[in-house]
Antibody, heavy 122, light 107 residues
Framework: QVQLVQSGAEVKKPGSSVKVSCKVS????????ISWVRQAPGQGLEWMGE????????NYAQKFQGRVAIIADELTTTAYMELSSLRSEDTAVYYC???????????????WGQGTLVTVSS | EIVLTQSPGTLSLSPGERATLSCRAS??????LAWYQQKPGQAPRLLIY???NRATGIPARFSGSGSGTDFTLTISSLEPEDFAVYFC?????????FGGGTKVEIK
């Protein structure tokens, strides 16, 4: 049984950075992509980017290009998402989500972390 | 990017009734559409992938249909645990996008 467990809530100042972790247990960490999806309070879901541990490659939504970095640590089977130059509009719950497909990215997600609330406030 | 429009915004129904949720894409996404259920304070849960395939462990009362630009999620007979928000998501074009959601509430 695959489980994704994320790090705890964060409060950040505008202009700073936040790094959220996602520990994956069960399954084969290398074979499935991990995406990050955020949800502002009372709003819908927004995909930020993904990493494919098998290939070590990350892809980002254009909106976040240059401001987000997603990495995967195979030794600890943990994925990380770092978002920089934070502004109030980045206040949201950030989810990691595991790709349904193995060895290829099919961008459908059957396992999700519990979410991490990031609050950006002065 | 592809815009997904879900309707209605809110659906008020009673347990046992049939729920029909719509998702319309701004351009064709073929059959590359998924549906998720989200309850308050929880992460989304995959229900349907590639328009009509139920994910592992999803009850048969959930079904999906459609292709191209028009898709439907049907819940044949609402159970108390089905009252939640439902999102559609396309993976046909980069970047993947989600619809704004339909809330199914108890009437």
């Amino acid at each position: 049984q695959v489980q994704l467990v994320q790090s705890g809530a964060e409060v950040k100042k505008p202009g700073s950075s936040v790094k959220v972790s996602c520990k994956v247990s069960g399954g084969n960490f290398r074979s499935n992509g991990i995406s990050w999806v955020r949800q502002a309070p009372g709003q819908g879901l927004e995909w930020m980017g993904e990493i494919f541990p098998l290939f070590g490659t990350a892809n980002y939504a254009q909106k976040f290009q240059g401001r987000v970095a997603i990495i995967a640590d195979e030794l600890t089977t943990t994925a990380y998402m770092e978002l920089s130059s934070l502004r109030s509009e980045d206040t949201a719950v950030y989810y990691c989500a595991r790709d349904l497909c193995s060895t290829t990215s099919c961008q459908m997600f059957d396992n999700w972390g519990q979410g991490t609330l990031v609050t950006v406030s002065s | 990017e592809i815009v997904l429009t879900q309707s209605p915004g809110t659906l008020s129904l009673s347990p046992g009734e049939r729920a029909t949720l719509s998702c319309r894409a701004s351009q064709s996404v073929s059959s590359y559409l998924a549906w998720y259920q989200q309850k308050p304070g929880q992460a989304p849960r995959l229900l349907i992938y590639d328009a009509s395939n139920r994910a592992t462990g999803i009850p048969a009362r959930f079904s999906g249909s459609g292709s191209g630009t028009d898709f439907t999620l049907t819940i044949s007979s609402l159970e108390p645990e089905d009252f939640a928000v439902y999102f559609c998501q396309q993976r046909s074009n980069w970047p993947l996008t989600f619809g704004g959601g339909t809330k199914v509430e108890i009437k």
